[in-house]
């Protein structure tokens, strides 16, 4: 059982940043891809951006590409999710997720099976 623990959300400028972090509890995210998904009100959980904790590599959706960074730090055990030029439609609810790494690092909310409660991004324009 791996639980997730995302904090950093709150209330930003259009154009502001912001940086999300994703701690794991009872063991290390070593293995795992770890991703970012959101979902605003009515509309679909939504990749955001994904990480493998070996190696670094990463992937982002479209969307973001250019103005969010997502990276590992091992030494605190976190992923964090640099947001800058943060748009009124970059506001929904921001979970971290996780599975164990193999393959292809994925995008689909259903190749992911640990997931956290979630923070919440809103962004004033």
């Known amino acids: 059982q791996v639980q997730l623990v995302e904090s950093g959300g709150g209330l930003v400028q259009a154009g502001g940043s912001l940086r999300l972090s994703c701690a794991a509890s009872?063991?290390?995210?070593?293995?795992?891809?770890v991703a970012w998904f959101r979902q605003a009100p009515g509309k679909e959980r939504e990749f955001v951006a994904a990480?493998?904790?070996?190696?670094?590599?990463?992937v982002y959706a479209d969307s973001v590409k250019g103005r969010f960074t997502i990276s590992s730090d091992n030494a605190k055990n976190l992923v964090t999710l640099q947001m800058n030029s943060l748009q009124p439609e970059d506001a929904a609810i921001y979970s971290c997720?996780?599975?164990?790494?193999?393959?292809?690092?994925?995008?689909?909310?259903?190749?992911?099976?640990?997931w956290g409660q979630g923070t919440q991004v809103t962004v004033s324009s």
């Open positions: 997720a996780v599975r164990p790494s193999r393959f292809l690092l994925r995008q689909t909310k259903d190749a992911y099976n640990y």
């Open positions: 009872g063991r290390t995210f070593s293995s795992y891809d």
């Open positions: 990480i493998r904790w070996s190696g670094g590599f990463s």
